[in-house]
């Protein structure tokens, strides 16, 4: 998936993340074709789960397969549809919070997002959201472009926020300088 997938270095990030906060439970928004979905499964120990959630069909298709082919079904659960729908009817299934969210889906949704990652969240839990310079894009304060509005309404968010310390970490990608939001639920 050119242009849209996390890139081999950035996966092996988040599965390190992962392992060092010891996750069980592991919520990702914004499945793509499951590959970030596949480096975070590959972070769980025996008997831990993830949710993994996606909104196009095709997408949601092909990393059914890639998940099938990575051994993974026992592990991960991939649901389709929007994730704002979704969401609460996690919040009424799953027992124990998250020990680390990944969100990487639509931008113009991520500061609702980001609320959702801290309500599904514990103190001490980890919370990453990928894409947030786009080449530095985010600096324009004129932009029209909606996802550039989107992260810089979740950039406006941070500062304010107080359930969670964040950081953001530049990164040289594959396809852009780009980077990830990295924070502990407080
Ligand atoms: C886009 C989305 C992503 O999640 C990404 O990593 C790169 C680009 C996009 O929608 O343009
Ligand atoms: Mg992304």
Redesign the pocket.
Known sequence: MP????SPNQGKLLNILARACSSKNILEI?T?VGYSTIWLARALPEGGKLITIEYEKINYEIALENIRKANLEETITILHGKALDILPEIEKTQADPFDFIFI????PSYVDYLKWAIKLSRKGSLIVL??VI?NARILDENSSVP?VIGVQRLNDYLKECQEVDFTILQMVGE?EY?GMAIGIRK
């Open positions: 242009g849209a997938n996390i914004g793509l990487d889906a639509d931008k990928d894409n786009r996802k396809k780009d």
